[in-house]
């Protein structure tokens, strides 16, 4: 829990002795916010890491699970997952809170040792599949990635292969067949189990993702989306949703973090003033659409130390929600 300091104040970072830990960790406990923010310009030994992140876990409490759109059986995940880039302190702590899939799995070297304990059928993967944008019907590429990976990692298979960046076009799409020749291939020798894609917002956005939905191949997709997102893009999302397709928002806090930042109004709407993060998270995973049902499944953002971690995990953790009066779906 060593927080960024500016050069000029480096000099101020200390180790607590185990008086201070415990009186600075009592305090925050007591005094409600965040734990981790109280910790702030200390270095916390790993140790003190440990004890710091079971009491910001007792605290959130366990995430809850849904199910991942209807294509992919009965996979149920929690409304916010890993992301292969987090920093790794805080892949314990999300495990033990029962987060279960791992975005970009695929860029691990090897097996993380938090990992290494729990029986694989225990938690899902997926990989991104890199060659999909720039060289979409280079079918061995997309291959390689995977299988090379797979050696790797030792993770064995994953859940779902995903097109990265997704397609620059429509045409790209319905012609450049290499991506999906790859899995196929995957597919039979146990490798993946199910097509997404991860699209980035090439011009025409919500072109390209309808044409995905009407392709009828794509089990998942992942999808920028954050805070005064186009209207425009709810109607195709919902799209997608209804087709069975598993929904997960990303960039939820890399856009529009200042616009949510400005609306204290809709902050207290969502139970979390003072807590951007967690605001953004819950206005996403809160999204209906003209039936009523929520639009997306799940989100994944870029954690980058514990501050983050319990401001944006705790938009979904069953406790935390509780103690702010916010009503999980």
């Known amino acids: 829990m060593e927080m960024q300091q500016p050069q000029e104040e480096r000099r101020a970072i200390r180790t607590l002795n185990r008086r201070e830990f415990v009186q600075v960790l009592g305090a925050a406990t007591v005094r409600g916010g965040l734990i981790a923010a109280a910790f702030k310009g200390f270095h916390l030994t790993p140790a003190q890491k440990v004890e710091a992140a079971e009491a910001i876990n007792d605290q959130l409490g366990k995430l809850p699970r849904r199910q991942l759109g209807t294509r992919m059986g009965k996979m149920e995940i929690t409304p916010i997952v890993i992301s292969q880039d987090w920093s790794r302190d805080l892949y314990g702590p999300a495990l033990d809170l029962g987060i279960n899939f791992v975005h970009k799995a695929g860029y691990w070297r090897s097996m993380p040792e938090e990992f290494k304990k729990l029986p694989r059928e225990s938690y899902y993967t997926d990989i991104t599949v890199d060659s999909t944008p720039n060289n979409p019907d280079d079918e061995e590429k997309a291959y390689n990635q995977v299988t090379e990976s797979l050696k790797n990692n030792g993770l064995g298979y994953y ?55 009407d392709e009828g191949l794509i089990d998942s997709i992942q999808l920028f989306y954050s805070y005064k997102a186009d209207p425009q893009l709810n109607e195709i999302y919902e799209k997608a949703h209804k087709a069975g397709i598993g929904m997960t928002a990303m960039k939820v806090c890399a856009r529009n973090y200042g616009k949510m930042n400005g609306d204290t109004a809709r902050q207290e709407e969502l139970k979390a003033s003072g807590k951007v993060g967690r605001a953004l998270f819950r206005h996403v995973l809160t999204q209906q659409g ?40």
């Open 159 to 213: 859940d779902i292969f995903r097109a990265h960046f997704g397609w620059k076009s429509v045409e790209a799409m319905k012609q450049k067949r290499g991506t999906h020749r790859a899995f196929d291939r995957l597919k039979k020798e146990g490798k993946v189990k199910y097509f997404g894609v991860s699209q980035h917002d090439f011009v025409p956005y919500p072109e390209i993702i309808g044409a995905i939905i």
């Open 290 to 329: 003209a039936d009523g049902h929520r639009i997306f499944d799940a989100c994944v953002a870029r954690l980058g130390n514990f501050e983050m971690f319990e401001e944006n995990v705790g938009a979904a953790a069953s406790k935390a929600a509780a103690a702010d009066g916010f009503k999980l779906a």
